[in-house]
């Protein structure tokens, strides 16, 4: 994915919000390529919403530079507008009017005549699957509901970019699969670049080419996921975790003393265990993969090999260790 | 004033320019009206106001206000006429200016209620989109944000002046119906032009009650701070300049030179009220008789003969009062202006 090579259609450099002592933003850099998916990660409070809100031009930045389609929002807001569309977090909609009120009246603020946003607005209603609640209010719209006609919503006025805050928020896992699959067959179909924010790294994970990570206003990684692993696995180690049986105390000297390693956690074993047949864990680090050898080391000794397998970081590791413990985020998810 | 003629220059120009040439890179469908967002914007407020409880009410409350001060002033010109007591010339203005005591005049009424359709219509205008989730929706669609607060101020203000004009009309027709006494054209020019004041009027409440829902998240806050000014300035303000008078008033012995500047002084104080402008200009235009606003010495009067003023003097009389309700107008709205352009767009927050 990082053979996108054509004209960045999001660029940000040195981007910088202060709210009075408190930095939101902090010297972001960032390149966002057409046609691309992109997660911005991070948990709340990072400065997710406050660089999307620059991106537009809804609030202005405190120093730096953003470009969209090569267009300053806070110059040219209307320009920018014209070619974004934006689904604020938890979107809201005029609630004692219909679901195709609502559309039509973003089409029309788009310039689009009314004839046309009326057969427009309809198709959108079919494809994000509210085709049935036409004449419903939007007072009696559930979340997920709420959440399609945003969608809809955000691309009557046929934008270039979509940026979505928060776009999975409060819905249920199947509601949340089929976002993500109109989502992903709208950058596929129609090549629209898509800028996302999550909290729920599983989610980004699915869909996106890209993903940033926000922590604290800076933007520590960015990269698709094995770039991202690389970047953050500063010591560039490999995790083995194999067991065998019967294990025996040759093997347990041979393993650890295999070329390369940095750690060696054998199994708990007291001297009778040696000749059990239960099978044994032991999980090996080294500065290489050591997984081949030590599977023909397990082998050589005349154990039998029950299991093995080479630990990768996914990105939930990587999330972990920048979100200790993520206790803050189960909290925040609560309230939500 | 200079700043009242350019924002009224600057606003005309732009609404016409818009309205016409909304997006020239479209060509115009026969039979489809392709209007520029801030008309949509109109057309939307426009047909919420219609639709809200809020609005019912309040015309309620108006109609049921006109309605008792017709019949005020309807049994006190008939009461008048019988005993020959009241002045038969522009009686007809009488059905807005006249009482018999039980119930206060139409003008009256409008002075006092008018300030609260006003606050009602524009207390929440910008805060209930911020807490609702719409404004962050609507503020990136392709828009200027000064558009969005001066479509919901228009909006508000045709919704008042057809409000306005369709109960002043109606008083009209039912003095007409009960007293059969038809007005000259004189009469009805300056009943229409004591509406365009009476709009003038509740334009400056409703651009006070925008500040307000730009300013305040609450709608609450926000109400009662419109409420909290409007019963400042018609109930306790001319209270404060009474003790002021007093304090200050100098001796009955003073010179006529110092208690005409003192008198100026306190008038100068009172004009600051929108509510004792609004009284003047209406005043002026509705009783023909009243010459001057301010104080006038024998030797002015002298030689004056006693009749009304055409209405060519009368308008000409009060339109400082007009400009003054319209520049305070101006002044609310490009403080609104101000807070609201580079403030931050947040869902929700």
């Given at each position: 994915m990082e053979s996108f090579a054509q004209a960045p259609i999001i660029e940000m450099?040195?981007?910088?919000?202060?709210?009075?002592?408190?930095?939101?933003?902090?010297?972001?850099?960032?390149?966002?390529?057409?046609?691309e998916v992109y997660g911005l990660l991070g948990p709340n409070g990072a400065g997710k919403t406050t660089t999307i809100l620059m991106m537009l031009g809804l609030t202005e930045p405190s120093s730096g530079k953003v470009r969209v389609c090569g267009l300053?929002?806070?110059?040219?807001?209307?320009?920018?507008?014209?070619?974004?569309?934006?689904?604020?977090?938890?979107?809201?909609?005029?609630?004692?009017?219909?679901?195709?009120?609502?559309l039509l009246l973003t089409a029309r603020l788009n310039g689009i005549p009314i004839q046309d946003a009326r057969i427009q607005a309809l198709e959108l209603l079919e494809r994000v699957g509210l085709q049935h609640t036409l004449t419903k209010r939007v007072g009696a719209f559930s979340r997920g509901m709420r959440q399609r006609l945003g969608i809809a919503d955000v691309l009557i006025k046929k934008p270039e970019i979509i940026i979505l805050d928060e776009p999975t928020l409060g819905i249920d896992p199947e509601g949340v699969r089929e976002l993500l699959e109109l989502i992903e067959q709208l950058s596929r179909n129609e090549g629209l670049t898509v800028l996302l924010s999550s909290h729920h790294l599983h989610q980004v994970q699915q869909i996106c080419d890209r993903v940033g990570l926000f922590v604290q206003g800076k933007l520590i990684a960015s990269g698709n996921i094995e770039s991202l692993a690389k970047q953050l696995d500063d010591d560039g180690s490999v995790t083995v975790e194999l067991s065998a049986a019967p294990w025996s105390k040759e093997l347990d000297e041979r393993l650890s003393g295999l070329d390369g390693l940095l750690t060696y956690k054998g199994p708990d074993v007291s001297d009778h265990a040696y000749s059990s047949v239960l099978s044994l864990d032991a999980v090996i680090t080294g500065t290489r993969d050591l997984t081949s050898e030590a599977a023909r080391t397990v082998l050589d000794c005349g154990a039998s090999l029950f299991g093995i397998r080479r630990k990768q970081y996914g990105l939930d590791d990587i999330y972990h260790r920048y979100f200790e413990g993520g206790g803050q985020l189960e909290r925040s998810n609560g309230i939500q | 004033m200079n700043a009242a003629t350019a924002f009224n220059n600057g606003f005309w120009k732009k609404?016409?320019?818009?309205?016409?040439?909304?997006?020239?890179?479209?060509?115009?469908?026969?039979?489809?009206?392709?209007?520029?967002?801030?008309?949509?914007?109109?057309?939307?407020?426009?047909?919420?106001?219609?639709?809200?409880?809020?609005?019912?009410?309040?015309?309620?409350?108006?109609?049921?206000?006109?309605?008792?001060?017709?019949?005020?002033?309807?049994?006190?010109?008939?009461?008048?006429?019988?005993?020959?007591?009241?002045?038969t010339s522009f009686l007809f203005l009488q059905m807005f200016t006249a009482s018999d005591g039980s119930l206060p005049t139409f003008v009256t009424f409008v002075s006092f209620l008018g300030p609260l359709i006003g606050i009602a219509l524009g207390f929440d205008?910008?805060?209930?989109?911020?807490?609702?989730?719409?404004?962050?929706?609507?503020?990136s669609q392709p828009l200027y944000r000064d558009d969005f607060i001066l479509a919901k101020f228009t909006a508000s203000l045709l919704l008042i002046s057809v409000v306005l004009f369709s109960l002043g009309l109606l008083v009209m027709g039912l003095g007409l119906f009960v007293i059969g006494y038809p007005p000259t054209p004189e009469e009805v020019l300056r009943v229409l032009c004591f509406l365009v004041v009476a709009v003038v009027y509740v334009g400056?409440?409703?651009?006070?009650?925008?500040?307000?829902?730009?300013?305040?998240?609450?709608?609450?806050?926000?109400?009662?701070?419109?409420?909290?000014?409007?019963?400042?300035?018609?109930?306790?303000?001319?209270?404060?300049?009474?003790?002021?008078?007093?304090?200050?008033?100098?001796?009955?012995?003073?010179?006529?030179?110092?208690?005409?500047?003192?008198?100026?002084?306190?008038?100068?104080?009172?004009?600051?009220?929108?509510?004792?402008?609004?009284?003047?200009?209406?005043?002026?235009?509705?009783?023909?008789?009243?010459?001057?606003?301010?104080?006038?010495?024998?030797?002015?009067?002298?030689?004056?003969?006693?009749?009304?003023l055409p209405l060519t003097q009368s308008i000409l009389l009060s339109w400082p009062q007009l400009i003054c309700m319209i520049a305070e107008t101006a002044i609310c709205f490009a403080i609104s202006y101000v807070l609201f352009m580079r403030q931050e767009i947040r869902s929700r927050a």
């Amino acid at each position: 994915m990082e053979s996108f090579a054509q004209a960045p259609i999001i660029e940000m450099s040195r981007l910088t919000k202060k709210y009075g002592e408190q930095t939101a933003v902090s010297q972001l850099d960032l390149t966002i390529h057409r046609g691309e998916v992109y997660g911005l990660l991070g948990p709340n409070g990072a400065g997710k919403t406050t660089t999307i809100l620059m991106m537009l031009g809804l609030t202005e930045p405190s120093s730096g530079k953003v470009r969209v389609c090569g267009l300053d929002p806070a110059r040219q807001p209307l320009e920018v507008k014209r070619r974004v569309g934006y689904m604020p977090d938890d979107v809201g909609f005029y609630e004692d009017r219909t679901a195709l009120d609502n559309l039509l009246l973003t089409a029309r603020l788009n310039g689009i005549p009314i004839q046309d946003a009326r057969i427009q607005a309809l198709e959108l209603l079919e494809r994000v699957g509210l085709q049935h609640t036409l004449t419903k209010r939007v007072g009696a719209f559930s979340r997920g509901m709420r959440q399609r006609l945003g969608i809809a919503d955000v691309l009557i006025k046929k934008p270039e970019i979509i940026i979505l805050d928060e776009p999975t928020l409060g819905i249920d896992p199947e509601g949340v699969r089929e976002l993500l699959e109109l989502i992903e067959q709208l950058s596929r179909n129609e090549g629209l670049t898509v800028l996302l924010s999550s909290h729920h790294l599983h989610q980004v994970q699915q869909i996106c080419d890209r993903v940033g990570l926000f922590v604290q206003g800076k933007l520590i990684a960015s990269g698709n996921i094995e770039s991202l692993a690389k970047q953050l696995d500063d010591d560039g180690s490999v995790t083995v975790e194999l067991s065998a049986a019967p294990w025996s105390k040759e093997l347990d000297e041979r393993l650890s003393g295999l070329d390369g390693l940095l750690t060696y956690k054998g199994p708990d074993v007291s001297d009778h265990a040696y000749s059990s047949v239960l099978s044994l864990d032991a999980v090996i680090t080294g500065t290489r993969d050591l997984t081949s050898e030590a599977a023909r080391t397990v082998l050589d000794c005349g154990a039998s090999l029950f299991g093995i397998r080479r630990k990768q970081y996914g990105l939930d590791d990587i999330y972990h260790r920048y979100f200790e413990g993520g206790g803050q985020l189960e909290r925040s998810n609560g309230i939500q | 004033m200079n700043a009242a003629t350019a924002f009224n220059n600057g606003f005309w120009k732009k609404l016409s320019g818009r309205l016409i040439n909304s997006r020239p890179d479209q060509t115009p469908e026969s039979g489809s009206r392709n209007y520029s967002p801030f008309w949509v914007l109109v057309q939307k407020e426009f047909g919420d106001h219609l639709r809200s409880w809020r609005f019912t009410i309040l015309i309620g409350i108006i109609t049921l206000a006109c309605i008792g001060s017709i019949y005020a002033a309807v049994t006190a010109i008939q009461a008048g006429v019988k005993s020959q007591q009241t002045d038969t010339s522009f009686l007809f203005l009488q059905m807005f200016t006249a009482s018999d005591g039980s119930l206060p005049t139409f003008v009256t009424f409008v002075s006092f209620l008018g300030p609260l359709i006003g606050i009602a219509l524009g207390f929440d205008a910008v805060n209930t989109e911020r807490s609702k989730g719409t404004l962050s929706r609507l503020l990136s669609q392709p828009l200027y944000r000064d558009d969005f607060i001066l479509a919901k101020f228009t909006a508000s203000l045709l919704l008042i002046s057809v409000v306005l004009f369709s109960l002043g009309l109606l008083v009209m027709g039912l003095g007409l119906f009960v007293i059969g006494y038809p007005p000259t054209p004189e009469e009805v020019l300056r009943v229409l032009c004591f509406l365009v004041v009476a709009v003038v009027y509740v334009g400056f409440w409703l651009s006070l009650s925008i500040i307000f829902s730009i300013r305040f998240r609450q709608t609450a806050t926000s109400a009662l701070s419109g409420i909290a000014l409007w019963i400042f300035f018609s109930v306790f303000y001319s209270m404060i300049i009474g003790l002021i008078d007093k304090a200050t008033a100098p001796a009955d012995s003073a010179g006529i030179g110092e208690q005409i500047s003192h008198f100026n002084w306190m008038l100068l104080l009172n004009r600051i009220s929108p509510s004792y402008l609004f009284s003047e200009a209406t005043s002026t235009l509705l009783m023909p008789g009243v010459r001057s606003l301010g104080p006038l010495t024998t030797e002015q009067v002298v030689g004056a003969i006693a009749s009304p003023l055409p209405l060519t003097q009368s308008i000409l009389l009060s339109w400082p009062q007009l400009i003054c309700m319209i520049a305070e107008t101006a002044i609310c709205f490009a403080i609104s202006y101000v807070l609201f352009m580079r403030q931050e767009i947040r869902s929700r927050a």
